[in-house]
């Protein structure tokens, strides 16, 4: 596609619940980055891929969020045990990964856990 | 650690009223400054990307501009089509790929 795209745009879980969150970048692109952006805030770092390789997953919050892209193009955000501070838009990009190259953004997941 | 500073939080402007946005940065070793806006409900879209002092880049009413302390980003004549929320964010030396560390945003209203 010419874009980011994300899926689903709006999830709702029960605190508890284990979520699955999906990521398609744009064809090429072998960075790919997840953002978790809360009401009002700009956008925090969560995790960072280069093809399939994690190299960076220093803003995960818990334990309970893990992400994976194991053929180096789709990603999946996963959030296990849902709590309600995990409310909040979450972000995709990618790039092309050369120096400076910028990120491309879908429009995110906002997920709300009640 | 990185930190990215906007101000003001939200600004509203008659449609024609020139403004701009501060963005003020502190990071080690910048690599690049970058501008996004950001509608509601949607992504941040990319606009521009500075990299030294003194540079300028230009894109129909806005233009942003770089000192080794702050960026601003300059609106003229702006349209109510330009009101969004506008995100700074830097890039440092170092950090891992295209890694950004963002500001909170201006949220921008221009009234026709």
């Known amino acids: 596609g010419a874009g980011v795209s994300q899926s689903p745009r709006y999830k709702v879980a029960k605190r508890g619940q284990d979520v699955a969150l999906r990521c398609d970048p744009i064809s090429g692109h072998v960075s790919l980055f997840w953002y978790q952006q809360a009401l009002g805030q700009g956008p925090e770092f969560l995790t960072y891929?280069?093809?399939?390789?994690?190299?960076?997953k220093s803003g995960l919050p818990s334990d309970r969020f893990f992400a994976e892209r194991p053929e180096g193009s789709v990603s999946t955000l996963k959030i296990q045990r849902t709590q309600q501070e995990d409310s909040a838009v979450y972000l995709c990009?990618?790039?092309?990964?050369?120096?400076?190259?910028?990120?491309?953004f879908g429009n995110g997941t906002r997920l709300t856990v009640t | 650690e990185d930190q990215v500073t906007q101000s003001p939080e939200a600004l509203r402007l008659q449609e024609g009223e020139s403004s701009s946005l501060n963005c003020s940065y502190t990071v080690s070793g910048l690599r690049g400054l970058f501008w996004y806006r950001q509608d509601p409900g949607k992504g941040p879209e990319f606009l521009f990307t500075l990299y030294s002092a003194g540079e300028e880049k230009e894109k129909e009413r806005l233009k942003a501009t770089l000192t080794k302390k702050e960026s601003f980003l300059h609106i003229t004549a702006p349209k109510p089509e330009d009101s969004a929320t506008y995100l700074c964010a830097v890039q440092a030396m170092g950090t891992s790929g295209s890694r950004l560390t963002f500001g909170e945003g201006t949220q921008l209203t221009v009234n026709p």
């Open positions: 891929f280069q093809n399939e390789a994690q190299l960076d």
């Open positions: 990009a990618s790039s092309a990964g050369t120096a400076n190259s910028p990120l491309h």
